[in-house]
């Protein structure tokens, strides 16, 4: 089973200033997405949600997210995944926030500093950077499962 992305992110061409979601239902219009993000600098990074997942937390929206954010030139990327226990943390014991950032196994030479939250300047944790073509994977592997990827390695992070 595959899943539609609804994806938020800062479009040219887009001036209903509604702040829709556009809709990733395919593998093509994933690698759209991101080579138009590493083409167009975005003010925030992108949000993506998997439109059918559960509704969670104080907004009741899709009880998981993905940030992304790009270095065009370096060709690298990094994402943040909120999970269901950022939103309502167990109390069984699980120590886990439910947020994570991609790690890379072997840190990417020269990458620079990619951020969360832009207007903040907060900084996803080190060694989140990954080259594009792991970004695009693991962005598939969320698309195909709906879940966290596992085609990447994740470190747990205190910053969402």
């Not at 690298?76 to 886990?96: H, I, K, Q, R």
Request: glycine letters at 6%; hydrophobic letters at 35%.
């Amino acid at each position: 089973m595959t899943y539609t992305l609804d994806v938020w992110y800062h479009r040219a061409d887009d001036t209903s200033g509604q702040d829709d979601p556009v809709a990733i239902t395919s593998s093509a219009e994933l690698e759209d997405l991101l080579t138009y993000v590493l083409s167009h600098p975005q003010p925030h990074p992108p949000r993506i949600v998997v439109r059918e997942r559960p509704a969670a937390g104080p907004h009741h929206g899709p009880d998981t997210l993905i940030k992304l954010a790009v270095a065009p030139l370096e060709q690298v990327g990094a994402l943040l995944f909120l999970g269901p226990e950022s939103w309502a943390p167990t109390t069984d014991g699980d120590t886990s926030t439910g947020v994570y950032a991609t790690r890379a196994e072997t840190p990417v030479p020269g990458a620079p500093t990619l951020y969360v939250d832009n207007d903040t300047k907060t900084p996803f944790p080190a060694h989140a950077a990954l080259p594009i073509p792991h970004v695009l994977a693991a962005l598939e592997e969320f698309r195909q499962t709906g879940e966290r990827p596992t085609c990447v390695d994740w470190q747990e992070s205190q910053v969402s």
